[in-house]
Nanobody
Framework: VQLQASGGGLVQPGESLRLSCAAS????????IAWFRQAPGREREAVSC????????YYADSVKGRFTISRDNTKNTVYLQMNSLKPEDTAVYYC?????????????????WGQGTQVTVSS
């Protein structure tokens, strides 16, 4: 089981980025796939989650209305469209999977963390 996050970069406030999380070794249909982020000196925090089977979505309050999570099961890939980016969105973004959201938005049930992709929002 592997997750490969990509799509990060340096953007100005108000701009957009789309992150991708490519999964291999398992079928998205049977998992929840989430994005987390961690900024320097801060704890890892949940950003968004999607249920692979039916596309149900979950968002942190800080990104509601700005970020959209989606999945393409034919490509075994989950996306995070990030619009209206703010400097406080700067972090390393990771994707991970779980079979239960019992403890969402905590990360304790998630596994197979990818290597992360850096998002920097700065003018």
């Amino acid at each position: 089981v592997q997750l490969q996050a990509s799509g990060g970069g340096l953007v100005q406030p108000g701009e957009s980025l789309r992150l991708s999380c490519a999964a291999s070794g398992f079928n998205l249909d049977y998992y929840y796939i989430a994005w987390f982020r961690q900024a320097p000196g801060r704890e890892r925090e949940a950003v968004s989650c999607i249920r692979g089977s039916n596309g149900a979505t979950y968002y942190a309050d800080s990104v509601k209305g700005r970020f959209t999570i989606s999945r393409d099961n034919t490509k075994n890939t989950v996306y995070l469209q990030m619009n209206s980016l703010k400097p406080e969105d700067t972090a390393v973004y990771y994707c991970a999977i779980t079979t239960t959201l019992q403890n969402w938005p905590k990360s304790q049930d998630f596994r197979s963390w990818g290597q992360g992709t850096q998002v920097t929002v700065s003018s």
